[in-house]
């Protein structure tokens, strides 16, 4: 297949092109959308590109009904994604519930700006941590990503379409302004590079009589497609195995939804992802996500070079969250420092996990500005 964009080289490029190109890539072949700054440039480049590779790109009248469209296009078996940015994603929050709920492997890219409201459209914030993980109602499980460069906005893209393929699940893709809008050198891999992960599809119309059931035992069911013959029923209401209402039915509600939780939490290890810093003998450790990240590995540098025996976790994977790590660094370090571009949200996770063993301080920054890496020294130095 001819790709519009070149495949096999490096490119210099914005981190929304990243992302569109990582979805073409990665099979993606349905997008719905609606403009909103800082995402807008995902949209305008799936809206060039889609029809390149024989793709929809459509732009729906909100938030709502373009996540609701990619959940349409994914049942009819399409790899399927849509971006906005805080206000777009308040928006989608019943319909991302209803993805899990119904089990819909979609992407949803959340570039994140500064709020609450319309707040700040051009600069970026992390004030959306929480809100994805927990911004629908009710017990959910889902994937957060979160990229601190470029090259990751599209790796995490690919990933993010594979998590959700093969865990049949929502991933909410957590980048930020910052990263949306920066140039940096890519790698854009050929498509022989690339290891792309399809839906589990059922193997009989038995199977396909049970889209809501656990035939191989890992929680992940076969998702029938619609259009291929099978009769199939989907709601967001309490379903059995078949998918039919159960809604007052207390034992069919705790079996789907642990379920739900169990297909996830079972494989963390497969989706958890950090990356350490320096961390075997620190002392002092630094625990951040996306772009703040890249100012905490330069204040380590600098830590060390006076004689602070400090270190980075970087988080890749913000949900699920590996509690049992966080809680062993801990025990090995004396305090650990969270900055992030909010008022504290990742800061309660690892506050957490570290379960006591060891201070946690928050290094909080508002405003559309990322932290500077001597900002984050002097709060360590005291």
Request: aromatic fraction near 8%; hydrophobic fraction near 40%.
């Amino acid at each position: 297949m001819r790709y519009p964009f070149p495949v096999g080289k490096s490119d210099f490029i914005q981190g929304d092109e990243a992302i569109a190109r990582a979805a073409i890539l990665a099979g993606c072949r349905f997008y719905a959308g609606y403009p909103i700054t800082p995402a807008s440039e995902i949209f305008e480049a799936m809206a060039l590109y889609m029809p390149l590779v024989d793709g929809v790109s459509i732009q729906m009248e909100d938030e709502i009904a373009s996540i609701a469209a990619i959940i349409g296009a994914s049942w009819a078996g399409a790899k399927a994604m849509t971006a906005t940015s805080g206000p777009g994603f308040s928006l989608m929050q019943e319909n991302l519930g209803y993805a899990v709920m119904t089990e819909t492997p979609i992407v949803v890219v959340d570039v994140q700006r500064g709020g609450p409201s319309t707040g700040q459209p051009t600069l970026p914030a992390q004030g959306d941590i929480m809100q994805a993980i927990w911004g629908t109602h009710g017990d959910h499980m889902l994937i957060v990503l979160s990229p601190s460069t470029v090259q990751e906005a599209f790796d995490f893209t690919i990933l993010a379409f594979n998590f959700a393929e093969k865990y049949r699940t929502p991933v909410v893709l957590l980048t930020d302004a910052e990263i949306a809008h920066m140039r940096e050198r890519v790698y854009i891999p050929s498509p022989e590079e690339i290891e792309l992960v399809e839906r589990k599809l059922p193997a009989s119309e038995e199977e396909a009589k049970l889209p809501f059931g656990d035939p191989h035992g890992d929680g992940v069911p076969p998702m029938p497609i619609f259009g291929k013959g099978y009769r199939t029923y989907v709601t967001g209401l309490t379903h059995d195995e078949r998918g039919r209402p159960k809604t007052v039915d207390a034992e069919v509600h705790e079996k789907l939804i642990t379920r739900i939780f169990r297909k996830i939490l079972d494989h963390k290890d497969e989706i958890i992802s950090y990356e350490e810093f320096m961390l075997d003998d620190a002392d002092v450790a630094i625990v951040s996500t996306g772009i703040v990240s890249r100012s905490a590995i330069r204040a380590v540098k600098i830590l060390r070079e006076r004689g602070v025996k400090a270190g980075l976790l970087k988080l890749n994977t913000v949900w699920p969250f590996d509690f049992d790590y966080i809680e062993e660094l801990a025990e090995r370090v004396r305090k650990i420092y969270v900055p992030e571009m909010n008022l504290g949200q990742l800061y309660h996770l690892v506050k957490e996990g570290a379960n006591g063993k060891a201070e946690v301080e928050l290094i909080a920054k508002i405003g559309g500005e990322v932290h500077t890496p001597m900002e984050i020294v002097e709060r360590v130095v005291g």
